[in-house]
T-cell receptor, first 113, second 114 residues
Framework: DAKTTQPPSMDCAEGRAANLPCNHSTISGNEYVYWYRQIHSQGPQYIIHGLKNNETNEMASLIITEDRKSSTLILPHATLRDTAVYYC??????????????FGQGTELSVKP | GAVVSQHPSRVICKSGTSVKIECRSLDFQATTMFWYRQFPKQSLMLMATSNEGSKATYEQGVEKDKFLINHASLTLSTLTVTSAHPEDSSFYICSPLNQQSEAFFGQGTRLTVV
């Protein structure tokens, strides 16, 4: 079973920041938080991952709480092409140990003009 | 990002026949491959994990004799759905891991069994 819970859906206005929350209260010390997204009828696309520090790349920022029980994915300026299902995943084994990626139900983000 | 080629993207087959899905990592070596399936309006479900040169490990409830996985090389893994039935109709997705254990995904195969 997935170790994360996410709201099933969210809306965001185009050009505004999209903040997607994720709860992972049972995360272990060596487990990383990964975010992927899936646009309809395509394979998932990697977004970002982190262990305990906040991370930022060209796509998004990942904010992890100090107790690591929750995190937030931030898309700073959402566009219509960001409409997708976003999955927050706690990776069993973590890091470079090749753990499984177990998908939960994800959040369906709709970016509206 | 790394390039993963999954083929075919769509396939329609008759009940009782077998279908082979190929997944290739074009610019990296994949020692580990995950196979998922996804039913409409649902999330991805992990079916099995395979490591190059060894037998696949199947998740609970997935029939190993029905879903044959071959991972004979570091750049190619195949999933064969044997004796397919309409309930096997689904979206199948491969996910190879590179040597840094980064996971990439194929574009998926839409299987329809009629």
């Amino acid at each position: 079973d997935a170790k994360t819970t996410q709201p099933p859906s969210m809306d965001c206005a185009e050009g505004r920041a999209a903040n997607l929350p994720c709860n992972h209260s049972t995360i272990s010390g060596n487990e990383y938080v990964y975010w992927y997204r899936q646009i309809h009828s395509q394979g998932p696309q990697y977004i970002i991952h982190g262990l305990k520090n906040n991370e930022t790349n060209e796509m998004a920022s990942l904010i992890i709480t100090e107790d690591r029980k929750s995190s937030t994915l931030i898309l700073p300026h959402a566009t219509l092409r960001d409409t997708a299902v976003y999955y927050c995943i706690v990776r069993v084994g973590g890091g470079n140990q090749g753990g499984k990626l177990i998908f939960g139900q994800g959040t369906e983000l709709s970016v509206k003009p | 990002g790394a390039v993963v080629s999954q083929h075919p993207s769509r396939v329609i087959c008759k009940s009782g026949t077998s279908v082979k899905i190929e997944c290739r990592s074009l610019d990296f070596q994949a020692t580990t491959m995950f196979w998922y399936r996804q039913f409409p309006k649902q999330s991805l479900m992990l079916m099995a994990t395979s490591n190059e040169g060894s037998k696949a490990t199947y998740e609970q409830g997935v029939e190993k004799d029905k879903f044959l996985i071959n991972h004979a090389s570091l750049t190619l893994s195949t999933l064969t759905v044997t004796s397919a039935h309409p309930e096997d109709s689904s979206f199948y997705i491969c996910s190879p891991l590179n040597q840094q254990s980064e996971a990439f995904f194929g574009q998926g195969t839409r299987l329809t069994v009629v």
